[in-house]
């Protein structure tokens, strides 16, 4: 078994759990940064969300790894970038890739993932909702360091047939209990999903509570991703007149569940919880879709609209409530932040992308100075240090329009454009819409020459993980997984392998 370094006698002792903050990470789908009140959203249908930032620290400038579910996922997992995790496609240049049924892949065995380092300090871990990083036995959560899983490992897309595609799988641990739509129902985006959801997380907290064991909870409800769903206790209820608006409010309930158990429970101040999104609105859905705010185009982009998320951070006791950060932050500084609280070590065999924001959430400095990189696939579209972004390709979109109603000149390009040799660049501080290029002079030269020295040393010391996304094959459809017999509800697929490269077209 692979293990790590505990940095203090403490972690060797059993039962400290008190020195050990709980970690709960809310993890939204396609859920913008302007979808919460606390960023300025008009319909302000978000009132938990908005309170857990006024009782926490919010991140303007909170960024995720990717523009799409799975890579993002996987960097959150791993502390760690998806050109090193694997998460990325070489099938064509800087498309997007993520896991339907028909992927072969998964997150790699060589990866350390989140709950699999905490495991050595003794913490109890739980998934509850979408994995997303590979359905096949080997890439569920039980095998990679999980105790408990509830959910599934696809998107609710559907409803099938179960003839040509079968209808997505719902796991309890390592065992299906049924399937979305048939036995979970979504009828019309009406669905009592995100429910199940909240009781499967305070149901959690409140048993690892009395055992007194740390905990990692990772909820990630998937009701905002397309097709959005909603119970009938909120269904029909958001100003937005939208069933995206409706689920948006759910969500925003089970937040206000989750912390009010952690209170009552008094663990509080003995637990950090963060609350983001794995990539931004979809602008492409209308109406049904999320918002951005002022930032540019949306999901699948490297604009702001497509990597800049939500970004709260909750910890009773130690954050000091009604901060609003300047500090950059990313969903991979999560997994870093917690290993060190767990007073562990990472693995020094790998680079890790994240930083340990705990010296920011603490109150013991203002901010810490580094980069955010922006990939596309396999190819680094952009990279933000400081107030100034420096857009090394650009590319709007092809089959799909992912800016509707949003046009830069020069800049949301229908084709991909090589801009490395003279980068578009931005100001972020005075321009978080990416409307106003810096025109070429000193404050072009100053953003440069700061961005420039880690550019160079990114790309010099870069080592790519082998690609998970390349290849897809109808026989590895989730038509008959653990569990099925007992239930009745084995498929009857392919008998006969047809594996080829993944046609992405994002």
């Known amino acids: 078994m692979r293990r790590l370094v505990l940095l203090t006698v403490l972690a060797l002792v059993e039962n400290v759990s008190a020195t050990k903050p709980n970690i709960v990470i809310m993890y939204m789908d396609d859920m913008g940064w302007g979808d919460i009140g606390a960023n300025g959203n008009w319909a302000k249908e978000t009132p938990n969300i908005d309170k857990m930032a006024r009782e926490g620290m919010l991140f303007p400038s909170f960024y995720t790894a990717a523009p ?6 996987a960097s959150l997992m791993t502390g760690r970038l998806p050109i090193r995790n694997g998460f990325y496609t070489t099938n064509r ?18 990866e350390y993932l989140l709950p699999e380092l905490l495991k050595e ?16 036995r080997d890439y569920l959560p039980l095998n990679r360091g999980f105790d408990e899983f509830f959910g599934s490992p696809n998107c609710h897309f559907g409803p099938y047939d179960d003839v040509k595609t ?14 979305y739509y048939t036995n979970f129902t979504i009828h019309q985006g009406l669905s009592n999903l995100t429910q199940i959801f909240i009781k499967e997380g305070t149901d959690f907290i409140e048993k690892q509570a009395k055992a007194g064991n740390p905990f990692l909870l990772y909820w990630t409800p998937d009701a905002n991703h397309q097709p959005p769903y909603a119970s009938e206790m909120f269904w029909g209820k958001s100003r937005r007149d939208s069933r995206y608006g409706d689920s948006v409010m759910e969500v925003d309930y089970g937040v206000g569940v989750i912390l009010a158990k952690l209170k009552q429970l008094n663990i509080d101040q003995n637990t950090l919880v963060f609350f983001s999104s794995d990539n ?4 492409i859905a209308g109406k049904n879709g999320g918002s951005n705010g002022p930032l540019l185009c949306g999901k699948q982009t490297t604009f702001e609209g497509g990597f800049r998320e939500p970004g709260i951070a909750w910890w009773p006791g130690t954050i000091q409530p009604g901060i609003i950060t300047p500090q950059l932050g990313t969903t991979m500084d999560i997994l870093v932040t917690a290993v060190g609280l767990a007073g562990l070590e990472l693995p020094a065999d790998r680079v890790y992308d994240g930083i340990d924001l705990f010296p920011v959430l603490s109150g013991k400095v203002e901010s810490i100075e580094r980069p955010v990189w922006y990939y596309r696939g396999n190819e680094l579209f952009a990279v933000r240090v400081g107030q100034y972004k420096a857009h090394l390709w650009t590319w709007s979109h092809e089959h799909y329009n992912f800016c509707p109603g949003e046009y830069v000149k020069d800049v949301t390009t229908p084709d991909q454009v090589n801009r490395t040799a003279n ?13 106003y290029t810096i025109l070429k002079g000193s404050t072009f030269k100053q953003a440069m ?9 990114h790309k010099d010391t870069m080592v790519r ?11 590895v459809m989730n038509w008959a997984p653990h569990g099925c017999e007992a239930i009745d509800y084995c498929l009857k697929g392919p008998t006969e392998s047809s594996i080829k490269l993944c046609g992405w077209d994002h």
């Open 68 to 73: 799409i579910c799975s890579p993002s996922r």
């Open 280 to 283: 931004g609105a979809e602008g």
């Open 93 to 110: 240049h800087g498309v997007n890739a993520y896991t339907p049924q028909t992927i072969v892949g998964g997150i790699s065995e060589t």
């Open 121 to 136: 300090a003794g913490y109890k871990s739980k998934v509850i909702g979408k994995w997303h990083l590979g359905h096949r």
């Open 449 to 457: 020459a700061l961005i420039n020295p880690y550019l160079q040393k």
């Open 166 to 179: 079968p209808n997505a799988p719902v796991y309890r641990d390592d065992t299906m209990i049924g399937r």
């Open 465 to 475: 993980g082998e690609p998970a996304l390349n290849y897809c094959d109808r026989m």
């Open 423 to 435: 980068p578009i660049v931005f100001n972020l501080d005075n321009d978080p819409g990416e409307k």
